[in-house]
């Protein structure tokens, strides 16, 4: 169990239970990619294809940081998560 803190951005907050913008969940989780699936799982209350294409990676025009830093840098779904990391979900698309 890892204690996170997440934010969802760039209308993504509207799939989001309670469409709130930032959560601090305690999730049974290790890696990032866990981490994913169990958000899309767990927080996600509508189109959840709008956030994640397949359990553990999300879908293309979802920008990943970890604590601030693309998730690229820190080995994408790979990543072993630290109490206290802070992940933010940042939608780059809008619909009109």
């Not at 169990?1 to 509207?14: N, S, T």
């Not at 049974?28 to 799982?41: K, Y």
């Not at 601030?68 to 939608?91: C, K, M, N």
Request: glycine share 10%.
């Amino acid at each position: 169990m890892v204690q996170v803190k997440l934010e969802f951005g760039g209308g993504l907050d509207a799939i989001v239970a309670d469409r709130t913008k930032r959560l601090q969940v305690d999730a049974p989780v290790r890696t990032l990619g866990e981490l994913i699936t169990w958000v899309r799982r767990n927080c996600i209350r509508e189109k959840h294809d709008m956030f994640a294409v397949s359990e553990a990676t999300v879908r293309p025009g979802v920008l990943v940081l970890v604590n601030e830093v693309d998730w690229e840098l820190e080995g994408t779904t790979r990543y072993e998560l630290q109490p206290g990391d802070h992940v933010a979900f940042i939608s780059t698309l809008h619909g009109g």
